[in-house]
T-cell receptor
Framework: GQSLEQPSEVTAVEGAIVQINCTYQTSGFYGLSWYQQHDGGAPTFLSYNALDGLEETGRFSSFLSRSDSYGYLLLQELQMKDSASYFCAVRGNTGFQKLVFGTGTRLLVSP | DVKVTQSSRYLVKRTGEKVFLECVQDMDHENMFWYRQDPGLGLRLIYFSYDVKMKEKGDIPEGYSVSREKKERFSLILESASTNQTSMYLC?????????????FGDGTRLSIL
């Protein structure tokens, strides 16, 4: 089976940097993805890591360590609009694009 | 942009009814998925389909079935709705390639079973 753990809630202030961690246990591993979901909205894809290291996309970066079964999403220069839920998701070693999602981290950004 | 459209934003049904949730995507994606989302539990996969008439069980398929008669449409069926199926239901689609392909989600259907 597969399971992912992430903190339930993180708070930060505008302009700060915040890191959302994700640890996973999987029988196979093909990559770690991150999705953002605003209240009442659809989840949207943010980033993907298949190999160890840091992937940067603007203010957001994602890191993966396969040996530690660990990854994180780093959000810099936080803005109020970054208040949302963030989900990590693992793709197992299958031929399908099937994901297992974590329970989500709610990020609250205050002024 | 990929558009995934779910037929209803809100739906109220009664216990024992047969309920159909419809999802349509406009990008010729091979894969389509149905999830339910509950507070504290994240997104859990109910069923997915990788081609017309093909389906695979996800992690929580009990009490549900699916239909994919056309590539663009994926239906979730609650055979006999029960109160514990009250939830937010999300449909998603993606391309089927060897590399990673992001899933594109619809806005969800909030289903209440009374």
């Amino acid at each position: 089976g597969q399971s992912l753990e992430q903190p339930s809630e993180v708070t930060a202030v505008e302009g700060a940097i915040v890191q959302i961690n994700c640890t996973y246990q999987t029988s196979g591993f093909y990559g770690l993805s991150w999705y953002q979901q605003h209240d009442g909205g659809a989840p949207t894809f943010l980033s993907y890591n298949a190999l160890d290291g840091l992937e940067e996309t603007g203010r957001f970066s994602s890191f993966l360590s396969r040996s530690d079964s660990y990854g994180y999403l780093l959000l810099q220069e936080l803005q109020m609009k970054d208040s949302a839920s963030y989900f990590c998701a693992v793709r197992g070693n299958t031929g399908f694009q099937k994901l297992v999602f974590g329970t989500g981290t709610r990020l609250l950004v205050s002024p | 942009d990929v558009k995934v459209t779910q037929s209803s934003r809100y739906l109220v049904k009664r216990t024992g009814e047969k309920v159909f949730l419809e999802c349509v995507q406009d990008m010729d994606h091979e894969n389509m998925f149905w999830y339910r989302q509950d507070p504290g539990l994240g997104l859990r996969l109910i069923y997915f389909s990788y081609d017309v008439k093909m389906k695979e069980k996800g992690d929580i398929p009990e009490g549900y079935s699916v239909s994919r008669e056309k590539k663009e449409r994926f239906s979730l069926i609650l055979e006999s709705a029960s109160t514990n199926q009250t939830s937010m239901y999300l449909c998603a689609s993606s391309l089927q390639t060897r590399g990673n392909q992001p899933q594109h989600f619809g806005d969800g259907t909030r289903l209440s079973i009374l």
